[in-house]
T-cell receptor, first 112, second 111 residues
Framework: SQTIHQWPATLVQPVGSPLSLECTVEGTSNPNLYWYRQAAGRGLQLLFYSVGIGQISSEVPQNLSASRPQDRQFILSSKKLLLSDSGFYLC???????????FGPGTRLTVL | QKEVEQNSGPLSVPEGAIASLNCTYSDRGSQSFFWYRQYSGKSPELIMSIYSNGDKEDGRFTAQLNKASQYVSLLIRDSQPSDSATYLCAVGSRSSYKLIFGSGTRLLVRP
C-alpha cells in the first residue's frame, strides 16, 4: 500500500530565514505530487504540482519554489520567509490515471 | 475562474440525526467529485468519490451528484459526535491534474 510522509511535523522560523519542507511517497511509481497551503480557518490553496521528475507547475506567484529531485520526493523551499507564509503545508499524491488525491500528515509552519 | 462553493457553517445537528452537506461548482466540464473530512489540526482524509449522477452509498455516508444542477451533497446518517469536523468538497476534470477545493463546511454533532 502507498504511504506519504512529510517532515518536519512542526516548524517555527524567523522572518527572512530559509525553508525546506520534504514530502516522500512510498509504494507507488511516478505519482502526481502536490503542495497545498492552508491558512488558519481557510481552505486549501494549491501552490505547486508535478506530474513527473523535473516538471513543476506553479499556481501562485510568491516567494516559494518547489523541486522534484526524485520520482517520489517533492520539496518546497523558500529563500526568505515572510510572516504571511505561516500555515499548514500539505503534500498530496495521485496516480496519473485517476484524480483522487491522498494527503500527507502536513507540516505546521509558524513564521515569527 | 473555476469555483467550488460551500456554506462555511457551522452546521449543528443532534446525535443520531442526518447531516446534509452541500456543494455547488461552476465548471460544467467537471467529471469527478470528492468529499474529504478534516479534523482540527489534521490533514484531509478521503471519505467518498462520485463520478456519475445519482447516489453512492458507503456505510453511513451517501454522496449525491446532480450534474445538471452542478450540485453535489454528502449525507451522514446516524451522526455521531466523532463526525464533528470540517468537510471539504473537491471537484476535478479529466483535462486537468488538479482538484478545486471548496473552503469547507464545519459540522458539529451535539451529544
Amino acid at each position: 500500500s502507498q504511504t506519504i510522509h512529510q517532515w518536519p511535523a512542526t516548524l517555527v522560523q524567523p522572518v527572512g530565514s530559509p525553508l525546506s519542507l520534504e514530502c516522500t511517497v512510498e509504494g507507488t511509481s511516478n505519482p502526481n505530487l502536490y503542495w497545498y497551503r492552508q491558512a488558519a480557518g481557510r481552505g486549501l490553496q494549491l501552490l505547486f504540482y508535478s506530474v513527473g521528475i523535473g516538471q513543476i507547475s506553479s499556481e501562485v506567484p510568491q516567494n516559494l519554489s518547489a523541486s522534484r529531485p526524485q520520482d517520489r520526493q517533492f520539496i518546497l523551499s523558500s529563500k526568505k520567509l515572510l510572516l504571511s507564509d505561516s500555515g499548514f503545508y500539505l503534500c498530496a499524491w495521485s496516480l496519473g490515471d485517476t484524480d483522487t488525491q491522498y494527503f500527507g500528515p502536513g507540516t505546521r509552519l509558524t513564521v515569527l | 475562474q473555476k469555483e467550488v462553493e460551500q456554506n462555511s457553517g457551522p452546521l449543528s445537528v443532534p446525535e443520531g440525526a442526518i447531516a446534509s452537506l452541500n456543494c455547488t461548482y461552476s465548471d460544467r466540464g467537471s467529471q469527478s467529485f470528492f468529499w474529504y473530512r478534516q479534523y482540527s489540526g489534521k490533514s484531509p482524509e478521503l471519505i467518498m468519490s462520485i463520478y456519475s449522477n445519482g447516489d453512492k452509498e458507503d456505510g453511513r455516508f451517501t454522496a449525491q451528484l446532480n450534474k445538471a444542477s452542478q450540485y453535489v451533497s454528502l449525507l451522514i446518517r446516524d451522526s455521531q459526535p466523532s463526525d464533528s469536523a470540517t468537510y471539504l468538497c473537491a471537484v476535478g476534470s479529466r483535462s486537468s491534474y488538479k482538484l478545486i477545493f471548496g473552503s469547507g463546511t464545519r459540522l458539529l454533532v451535539r451529544p
